[in-house]
């Protein structure tokens, strides 16, 4: 089996269990909307523009991590109850490590489309303007959850996510900016050698 079949095998089964039963039906919409986005723009731009399997793979597990939130709500995710049971933590901290991915994730699709488009040159300045795009990115997505609550009394707590935390909004930024300095931190060397590949690919 082909890695694009396995991919895709395993987006559109997790895809499938998220929605059956889930929680509440417009939380699950709303937390994998961005999954789908992400697989229409991928299909779209394969061919003329395909991307490292590191950022392949990473896209997937987010995916994966919005899915199984949006079947059971992040508040309620088993992951989290369990941990919070272990840890002896207040609340489900499921959903930061959503936010932790929102980080992690475009991080290293900024550097691809970076490096690749050359847009900005010399490790420094884009390091800077990756974690930038990431704060931003992780900003905007926070102002979509207060549009969605202010729209929907309904699902509001539910997408939130806050559980009663008054500091979520500020946590869920910080996690995301962690999450974007750890990628870098520890992805940057085995991307070069995927962007090595993948050029070299071209070539061929």
Known sequence: MSTKITWLSVFFVTLIWSGIGPKDQLTWFLEVLPAI???VIILATRARFPLTSLLYFLILVHSLVLMVGG???YAEVPLGEW???WFGWER???DKLGHFLQGFVPAILARELFIRHNVV???GWRHLFIISVCLGFSAFYELIEW?????SDEAADSFLGTQGYIWDTQSDMMYALT?????LLT???FHNRQLSLLKRADFE
């Open 37 to 39: 986005i992400g697989l």
């Open 121 to 123: 040159n010399g490790n």
């Open 187 to 189: 992805l940057s060397q």
């Open 92 to 94: 489900n901290n499921y």
């Open 83 to 85: 941990c919070k049971s």
């Open 179 to 183: 999450g974007a300095v750890t990628a």
């Open 147 to 151: 549009w969605v609550a202010l729209l």
């Open 71 to 73: 079947h059971y709500t």
